[in-house]
């Protein structure tokens, strides 16, 4: 059942409620958006100390919540602040690698789909039929399911929070860029790397019926 | 000319709205004459809409107590800076 509509959920109205220190519009942004603030800090400084780097984003929020300009949404300048927060977090423990450089290692693609092209560029192991036409129907076992859960955890951690991002969270790829201040093109790489993973995934699953994770479920 | 191998790069833009108008005349160009890419877009397509759906991309809830930790917390700021 759908919650019912709550005056906070015009972001203005948030805006002004927080301003204000509220604390019903406190509770609202926190339980809104502290799990999405969670997910990414987890993906840049790991799970340890996300924690501690999600309660420093809160407290930057606040302080520059007043000059908040709205030229993006709400949501997507604490994710912002949230990515800023964890990179300064790296650099004091000299563990800072701008995340472009951390594209490098972290992006590789491990999908295999460059492996399917002859010569001439040209399918020589095109993809299989897949007997599915829509997602319940191609998760109706649940077997691919936990495959695909799987796989997702096995993804490298800014591919995953890429793919997040965008196909969960549906934020645009300049809207990534800004929150993780990497550029264009490799958004576009971790995010292709990502998508391409899962489809080989799938399409494996479909023609043998085996999960080919690293970790085989 | 485009490829297969370029249409595994195309495709995403395709799916992400992300191509001009000539762009995309070559790539419809392309997928008239190869079933493999049709199929291949067609299932990237169904792949990035399991995705959306797909739970282990979800974030979790934030449980009560978290919420109560985090509120107190900018409470306790707003009495500092006064």
Request: with cysteine; net charge negative; aromatic share 6%.
């Given at each position: 059942?759908?919650?019912?509509?709550?005056?906070?959920?015009?972001?203005?109205?948030?805006?002004?409620?927080?301003?204000?220190?509220?604390?019903?519009?406190?509770?609202?942004?926190?339980?809104?958006?502290?799990?999405?603030?969670?997910?990414?800090?987890?993906?840049?400084?790991?799970?340890?100390?996300?924690?501690?780097?999600?309660?420093?984003?809160?407290?930057?929020?606040?302080?520059?919540?007043?000059?908040?300009?709205?030229?993006?949404?709400?949501?997507?300048?604490?994710?912002?602040?949230?990515?800023?927060?964890?990179?300064?977090?790296?650099?004091?423990?000299?563990?800072?690698?701008?995340?472009?450089a951390m594209t490098d290692d972290m992006g590789e693609d491990t999908s295999s789909i460059n492996e399917r092209f002859g010569k001439n560029e040209h399918w020589t192991e095109p993809p299989g039929d897949w007997r599915a036409d829509s997602p319940d129907a191609l998760?109706?076992?649940?077997?691919?399911?936990?495959?695909?859960?799987?796989?997702?955890?096995?993804?490298?951690?800014?591919?995953?929070?890429?793919?997040?991002?965008?196909?969960?969270q549906g934020y645009s790829l300049n809207e990534i860029c800004n929150i993780l201040d990497i550029s264009d093109s490799n958004v576009r790489v971790l995010l292709h790397r990502a998508r391409n993973k899962i489809f080989t995934i799938i399409d494996h699953f479909q023609?043998?019926?085996?999960?080919?994770?690293?970790?085989?479920? | 000319?485009?490829?297969?191998?370029?249409?595994?790069?195309?495709?995403?833009?395709?799916?992400?709205?992300?191509?001009?108008?000539?762009?995309?005349?070559?790539?419809?160009?392309?997928?008239?004459?190869?079933?493999?890419?049709?199929?291949?877009?067609?299932?990237?397509?169904?792949?990035?809409?399991?995705?959306?759906?797909?739970?282990?991309?979800?974030?979790?809830?934030?449980?009560?107590?978290?919420?109560?930790?985090?509120?107190?917390?900018?409470?306790?700021?707003?009495?500092?800076?006064?």
């Amino acid at each position: 059942m759908s919650e019912p509509n709550n005056k906070f959920d015009d972001e203005a109205v948030l805006i002004l409620g927080l301003l204000a220190q509220d604390e019903t519009a406190y509770r609202f942004a926190v339980k809104t958006h502290h799990g999405s603030m969670l997910y990414l800090a987890r993906r840049i400084v790991g799970d340890k100390i996300a924690d501690e780097v999600v309660q420093e984003a809160w407290l930057s929020v606040m302080k520059a919540l007043p000059r908040f300009e709205g030229r993006s949404k709400l949501k997507s300048w604490i994710l912002t602040i949230v990515s800023n927060e964890a990179k300064n977090r790296l650099r004091k423990e000299k563990r800072y690698v701008s995340l472009d450089a951390m594209t490098d290692d972290m992006g590789e693609d491990t999908s295999s789909i460059n492996e399917r092209f002859g010569k001439n560029e040209h399918w020589t192991e095109p993809p299989g039929d897949w007997r599915a036409d829509s997602p319940d129907a191609l998760l109706s076992g649940t077997e691919l399911s936990s495959c695909l859960d799987q796989a997702i955890r096995e993804l490298p951690a800014l591919q995953e929070a890429t793919l997040c991002l965008k196909e969960k969270q549906g934020y645009s790829l300049n809207e990534i860029c800004n929150i993780l201040d990497i550029s264009d093109s490799n958004v576009r790489v971790l995010l292709h790397r990502a998508r391409n993973k899962i489809f080989t995934i799938i399409d494996h699953f479909q023609l043998t019926g085996e999960c080919c994770t690293q970790t085989d479920t | 000319m485009l490829t297969c191998k370029d249409m595994t790069t195309e495709a995403h833009a395709l799916l992400d709205g992300d191509l001009g108008p000539m762009a995309r005349i070559r790539i419809r160009f392309h997928l008239l004459l190869c079933k493999y890419c049709r199929r291949y877009v067609r299932q990237l397509a169904l792949t990035l809409n399991v995705l959306e759906k797909n739970p282990a991309l979800d974030e979790q809830t934030p449980t009560e107590s978290e919420i109560d930790a985090v509120v107190e917390q900018l409470k306790l700021l707003n009495k500092t800076d006064k």
